[in-house]
């Protein structure tokens, strides 16, 4: 056995031995050690801590290209795709500010796995599934102030301090990026911290059964190197139970549907009301809405540098996209977007890079469709509130 610098617990589990390498996705050091662990030859499978899209976009950085965006507006996933991004971004500058490359000994194993032709295991849970369970824990306004203030912190111009990359030697991007929101947070820690340590412990002895294999390295933050040992050690969970539960995406909260059609039986109750007054007041009351609404929709989407038809398909749609809760009027200022300036094969080979600057944003055609679906969308949910109050304050007026 290669003596470690790094933390490292081996762990005999039915047959099985498990040894857990604890790395810093920042250090050097952590992949020299990988590499001296698996070319030792004392095992015959490497797992990593990394799930199937995160593995793709490692191994294949062109995977990029093949993303359907018009999926990606029509299911409503900009915002996972937007936060995925966000997350790239926080690592291109990191690795341009200190020469770092993030998970460099996740990289490393993956090369020397393959050319001792070892096989590969992923433990990590999805991070789109990870994301979703953060967001169920959380109500709608800490879910939306923990969005933006994610977006703010990863794509601050400021640069990274060495405190950041501090605590990226003891975690992961994921960790270190909510670090300021889950210190004593239970509904951020359990999905993003507990959770995967259970996940990563069960998929590690499903995974390891799978291959037959019978001395397995995993390469696994040293953040969590303890809690996946004292899972496995107790050895009390059912692996295929475990992942089942933790695979589980939480029913959607009713409250927002509810809000939504109340807003719009109000809103036609006021409409109706409006015109028994008076027709005069009627009409002013429907103009009143659609300017408000339209119009900040409108003023969202000049501020994401959209085309100036996809602006007016912005103010027109709003209006009617707001008293309509299955649909919303970014998924057509997005799609209005995209086909009028389809982005090029460089757009999605440069979207990594260009997403870790502010102006990258603007710049490329790809992430500026994803602003123009958010800010016209946030224009129009401000403009509901607005509009609202102003016609039930007309209402009483009258």
């Known amino acids: 056995m290669v003596e470690s610098p790094e933390p490292q617990r081996e762990i005999l589990l039915e047959g099985v031995t498990l040894t857990l390498l604890g790395t810093a996705h920042v250090s050097r050091a952590s992949a020299e050690q990988v590499r001296r662990l698996i070319q030792s030859g004392d095992y015959d499978a490497v797992a990593v801590e990394l799930c199937r899209s995160r593995f793709n976009s ?8 093949q993303m359907d965006l018009f999926s990606v507006i029509r299911q409503n996933r ?22 770092i490359e993030p998970g460099a000994e996740q990289r490393m ?17 999805e991070i789109g599934i990870t994301l979703k369970r953060i967001a169920a824990n959380l109500g709608w306004w800490k879910r939306y102030t923990l969005f933006t ?10 640069e990274v301090t060495e405190e950041d990359v ?7 991007v994921l960790e270190t990026t909510f670090a300021e929101f889950a210190a004593d947070r239970q509904d951020l820690y359990r999905p993003l911290i507990d959770e995967r340590d259970r996940y990563m412990a069960a998929k590690l002895q499903r995974e390891a059964e799978r291959v037959g294999a019978r001395r397995v390295l995993a390469v696994v933050g040293v953040g969590h190197m303890k809690g996946i040992a004292d899972i496995l050690e107790q050895n009390r969970q059912d692996p295929v139970a475990t992942l089942a539960e933790l695979e589980r995406l939480p029913p959607p909260s009713r409250w927002p549907t509810i809000l939504a059609w109340s807003i719009l039986l109000l809103i036609l109750s006021g409409f109706a009301y409006g015109f028994a007054m008076s027709p005069d007041l009627g009409w002013d009351l429907v103009l009143t809405w659609v300017f408000i609404t339209g119009g900040l929709s409108a003023f969202g989407t000049i501020l994401a540098a959209g085309h100036p038809l996809t602006v007016v398909s912005a103010f027109l749609a709003a209006p009617m996209t707001t008293l309509n809760p299955a649909i919303g009027a970014g998924m057509i200022t997005g799609a209005v977007e995209l086909y009028l300036r389809k982005p ?5 080979s440069r979207l990594r890079a260009d997403v870790a600057s502010w102006r990258g944003w603007w710049r490329n055609r790809v992430s500026r469709i994803f602003l123009v679906f958010l800010l016209s969308s946030l224009g129009a949910a401000i403009g509901t509130y607005l509009a609202s109050f102003q016609i039930v304050k007309r209402l009483f007026a009258g």
């Open 149 to 158: 203030g994610l977006l703010t912190a990863m794509l601050t111009s400021d």
């Open 109 to 125: 194993a993956l090369r020397l796995a393959r050319e001792r032709d070892l096989p590969i295991l992923l433990i990590d849970r």
């Open 58 to 65: 490692l191994m294949d950085p062109k995977s990029l290209s």
């Open 78 to 99: 900009v915002y996972m795709v937007v936060a995925n991004l966000a997350l790239s971004a926080y690592q291109q500058r990191l690795a341009d500010q200190f020469g």
């Open 344 to 348: 090029s094969v460089g757009d999605f």
């Open 166 to 172: 501090e605590r990226l030697k003891d975690g992961d």
